[in-house]
């Protein structure tokens, strides 16, 4: 029941601050037999990498990659895979003017509470720079997915930046990779470029949403009670940093609507369940329906600013904190590779489960009866 | 890693099917001297059991709860407490006529997909009655809790049903223990009644809003990264029935807010640590912060309904499917108690987590330095 | 991580006290589609049950197990597995008369020390009667194991009661299931009963030694290092009340060997590995080599027993202990369909982790390449 | 459910292969502001390390811990502990001899079966290298103990070798630590030299018995089914390489004695409650009495030997394996520390997970009454 773990068969582990040496992730109960090298997994973590563009933080970080065990000429043993990234610009002299401060919206207060102390530099354990560990681990799960269920194409995109969504009808797939901000709808890039840089120039930061698509899932992942898929995938998600809502679907909007809308009817189309609508978000009772999964987090806006707030010393003086050092406007962008590699986990480790109970996916469909 | 239990020191397995002989939950780890008797869980059964007002379904279960185990003398022993409910209306009959069809929405074809059967008997493990012994375990959480943090509250409520949400103005705690909906806002209560009966008469059900707010939690519950306090709290809450959104604290609205905003600053007021706000729903960084907890879930409506939905034959054909039988046409209106009681759960679970590894509530306020 | 439970995907969770009213066990992760039905389980039960012969306590329990969940139509459903036997002939009056004494080697001091409370009726939820819902659960995964890897046999048996052990040149596995003393040993079976009686009528106990040998295992189950498939036996036999040690293969005689000898050689044999002996029980490096695998325990004379020791009241008064009412002069008996059980329970949950890792039991016999 | 994994609050997770770059283990769970460093952890891996004297391997490890995170300014803050071993030494030349045989009483054999693949470098992961972080996380857990349970002294020795055994009535606890075999009776040294060194110059190899010996662990850590303390510390042993039996006090001796040999009493001395003997090696239930806590283990004699052996090559000829390179002929001596690790990482969280349910310690002893 490990604190600093996430996961059932396919299990995660990370450990690490932002300013110790370095930090990494074990992941056990990896297949054997799957093809693995650092460039593969480097992809990932490229994606992440903070300094790539004007709008996000910049510090430098290579985040290089290094596999320390459970591959061996070039495939997984089945032995635990741990991947480690060392700490190269960590900088503790940035953090030394708010030593003795608890920065508004941070973990400081709340650790000091927790552990009775603290580590100022950066954050600590509750900095961002987790995330690359993850995001280094959903590598594997990746490639644990391409190899069993190679249908399944793991597609995140933000759909909010602040009070600016964009346009669904301008939905465009093709759009995301080639956007500073993994956005599919191109009409609205240039008004958020406007809108992040006039947070940034202020010292504010803001909000934003991102939305992970799961297409190619077969159906029968989950299960019915407390291993259910969107239980998983929301408490994998809620795990990220800053994130407040964990919507599956139609989210929050299902408050609003009725059986007869909400219900998605399917027909059969080609010996194929085929569905009206996709209202579930793909999951239906905990188990994946085969439609596309659809889960979306809105992301608090950073809590570093360079606004003065109120706050108090750790000797209980009161005081006003500013946090100057390197941060990011809207830490939304870089949290879309890492709410994918979130997916990518939940889903590697429903396969597994799954195949242990069940021991293939089935196929229950109509050709076969 | 079972898939059919929650929770880490403190930990719940549920069993049974809602037209099986019983159901029952057994909760494991809890701390010995508490007491615990069938009276004092079946308060809070009491609240959840259908058929009570003329808003909900009409099935009658008596939901007597029966301590089977773990309690000598009143007192819990620190062994295994087994819950057990008799399934005493089950008329299995009335699923007959659905025994061979899917039903839109509901987890009929998923677990089709998934198992190669089904229990077509009211949606075996699936249907909401599972959530009984949920309510029934939350009640010795409810205990511990009472025993060894006293000053915690819990308190859960309708915010919305359909489209008509309530005013937050009209806020009014001691309304919601006797109002037929647990709403706080005694102004939209007649409203509510006119729009819920004129659903039920169209056949239709309609989705809703619960929120529950836990008062008086000590600063330094839950965890930096995996067993974060809002983490499991979101995949609690995402094992109930219908629920397709977890929103802590301002939720979805925080993509919207600017860093400025929603960073909530402190101040010391009599050698205590206050607020001048509560975006953050009483959690930073996966802990408490001691402010209230905020947690909210959008239900979806039921999916059992009486207008018919296009869908498929258990071989294949083309169907429409009408659900009679006695349902629910708001099921939140149930989901009150139990959303109340998973909260009750993951609070007392992670209160011993924390006296486990830290050994206490730890006070480190301004006063003792 | 509930301190009553056990397993991993198959996840066995055991409640209940010996004079409350019931005792039982879920258990979790079962695939679906396994036949199972409450006169299949019964048989397992039959075979534990008290009061069977003279050699045994004469507490008359019928010890009727049933189904209250998990099976549908006479097949596992893959939701978990309720199993109940209700206490009937519980007496709790023979208890009064211990109710103020520490009884030496029960779990009463060790009870009192770490809960503060005692449960005096017959060692509440220590007593050896919990393992009627081990012995049930057993069933359900020696149908699992039946369906999966029918060539697995496993047969327990008594190779020693007191300084009487078996002669293994006589060893006959058809005599075991027709013995009082599950004994493959027909030559020592009328000595074992006069040595029991004489036990008995002197109001003592012995202790036992129990082997389980099962045949038939493919190789491959289990895992290098925490989930060695001897390190889950090893724990799943220290459960089972009075243990005192566990041996895989040739256990403590190992010690005295060199490793020219304890080596075992191996060979192909009609394209089949084949070895020389089997020191290492079938297990090598914590995973199954496809030989017999040898599972020994030793277990302790009853503690209850007719003779007076020195103890202690509850309020620290010295005193001397009789244990009267029905008890066992030799529990080891009625072990051998436990410790069958628990090695069934071990090695079906092996089978689903290795099915949910590896995906199937793997054929790399040489006459596939 | 890790499969790389053990203990429940107190976690630990271990990863690396004897040939990789380096081996490592991630503690999870430990509590803040214990005072942690490399040169602490390093005194007991200098224990542990090889090449030390004549009677072990020549292998030339540092074996040097580095901490990479979960202390900070010298003390544990609460987070996931890493620590890392690098491999210096480790010549994978040696190996190529064997890369395309089996060798028998090795892991080859059973982990081609399982996952197709083999680490021909030394075993791989299933290299007693593994066992060094283990000790260097055993390190940690004595000094949660040292903190909160200082009472508690755990003490490891050999007590055979061979046929070896040594003479109880010599034992000096203060000649273990000077002694090269961690012996504690000095009369037997000067044979066991002797004999160990024969078994080296013939290419062979020995088994040996180890103890550990707890003494000062307060009553009531454990539980009574399947968290036994003893259940928990069989299956801990059974993990240490080459591990073929685990015996808790008397062990396979309880199966000779009767219930009034067997019973410890116990008596009222100074107002503590004191027995008359041990014979349950401090567990009763499950749940410690108070007294020493006895475990006992045998080694088999380490497979890799000169002596040619019966084996197959990996396309299925038969061969015969010598392993050469540099190997213990008795690996027993260096499984002393790794025992003495296990016990405490087991004990350690016990009492974690005791202060979680319980609360404290609780001393329900007479003279509080």
């Given at each position: 029941?490990?604190?600093?773990?996430?996961?059932?068969?396919?299990r995660?582990?990370?450990?690490?601050?932002?300013?110790?040496?370095?930090?990494?992730?074990m992941?056990?109960?990896?297949?054997?037999?799957?093809e693995?090298?650092?460039?593969?997994?480097?992809?990932?973590?490229?994606?992440?990498?903070?300094?790539?563009?004007?709008?996000?933080?910049?510090?430098?970080?290579?985040?290089?990659?290094?596999?320390l065990s459970?591959?061996f000429?070039?495939?997984?043993?089945?032995t635990p895979?741990?991947?480690?990234?060392?700490?190269k610009?960590?900088?503790?002299?940035?953090?030394s003017?708010?030593?003795?401060?608890?920065?508004?919206?941070h973990?400081?207060?709340?650790?000091?509470?927790?552990?009775?102390?603290?580590d100022?530099?950066?954050?600590?354990?509750?900095?961002?720079?987790?995330t690359?560990s993850?995001v280094?681990?959903g590598?594997?799960?990746?490639?644990?997915?391409?190899e069993?269920?190679p249908s399944?194409?793991?597609?995140?995109?933000?759909?909010?930046?602040?009070?600016?969504?964009?346009?669904?009808?301008?939905?465009?797939a093709?759009?995301?990779e080639?956007?500073?901000?993994?956005?599919?709808?191109?009409?609205?890039?240039?008004?958020?470029?406007?809108?992040?840089?006039?947070?940034?120039?202020?010292?504010?930061?803001?909000g934003?949403?991102?939305?992970?698509?799961?297409?190619?899932t077969p159906?029968?992942?989950?299960?019915?009670?407390?291993?259910?898929?969107?239980?998983?995938?929301?408490?994998?998600?809620?795990?990220?940093?800053?994130?407040?809502?964990?919507?599956?679907?139609?989210?929050?909007?299902?408050a609003?609507?009725?059986?007869?809308?909400?219900?998605?009817?399917?027909?059969?189309?080609?010996?194929k369940?085929?569905?009206s609508s996709?209202?579930?978000?793909?999951?239906?009772?905990?188990?994946s329906?085969?439609?596309?999964?659809?889960?979306?987090?809105?992301i608090?806006?950073?809590?570093?600013i360079?606004?003065?707030?109120?706050?108090?010393?750790?000797?209980?003086?009161?005081?006003?904190?500013?946090t100057?050092?390197?941060h990011?406007?809207c830490?939304?962008?870089?949290?879309?590779?890492?709410?994918?590699a979130?997916?990518?986990l939940?889903l590697a480790?429903?396969?597994?489960?799954?195949?242990?109970?069940?021991?293939?996916?089935k196929?229950?469909?109509f050709?076969?009866?």
């Open positions: 029941m490990s604190i600093n773990s996430l996961g059932r068969l396919l995660l582990s990370t450990w690490g601050e932002s300013h110790g040496p370095a930090i990494g992730a992941l056990d109960g990896c297949p054997p037999g799957i693995i090298n650092e460039s593969l997994l480097q992809v990932w973590l490229d994606k992440r990498r903070p300094g790539q563009n004007k709008y996000t933080t910049q510090r430098r970080e290579d985040d290089k990659v290094e596999i459970g591959v000429e070039g495939k997984t043993t089945g895979i741990q991947l480690l990234i060392w700490n610009d960590h900088r503790s002299k940035d953090y003017v708010i030593k003795d401060k608890f920065r508004p919206g973990a400081d207060l709340t650790y000091w509470h927790k552990y009775g102390n603290r100022y530099r950066g954050g600590g354990r509750s900095s961002a720079r987790e690359s993850r280094a681990a590598g594997v799960a990746r490639a644990i997915l391409q069993f269920l399944i194409k793991i597609l995140g995109y933000m759909t909010q930046i602040g009070e600016l969504a964009i346009d669904r009808t301008n939905f465009n093709a759009e995301i080639q956007n500073d901000f993994w956005c599919p709808d191109s009409s609205i890039n240039e008004k958020w470029g406007r809108y992040v840089l006039s947070i940034r120039k202020k010292g504010d930061s803001v934003s949403m991102v939305e992970v698509c799961v297409s190619g159906p029968g992942l989950g299960a019915p009670i407390y291993a259910k898929l969107d239980s998983d995938l929301a408490a994998a998600m809620m795990t990220i940093n800053a994130v407040k809502s964990v919507e599956i679907g139609d989210g929050v909007q299902v609003s609507l009725q059986g007869s809308e909400n219900n998605d009817e399917f027909f059969l189309d080609n010996k369940v085929t569905f996709n209202h579930s978000g793909g999951i239906l009772a905990g188990i329906t085969g439609q596309d999964i659809i889960v979306r987090i809105a608090k806006p950073a809590s570093s360079l606004i003065p707030k109120n706050s108090l010393t750790t000797t209980g003086e009161s005081t006003q904190v500013v100057t050092g390197r990011d406007p830490v939304g962008i870089r949290a879309v590779p890492v709410a994918e979130m997916v990518a939940v480790d429903h396969f597994l489960i799954h195949r242990g109970q069940i021991g293939h996916i196929d229950y469909s050709d076969n009866q």
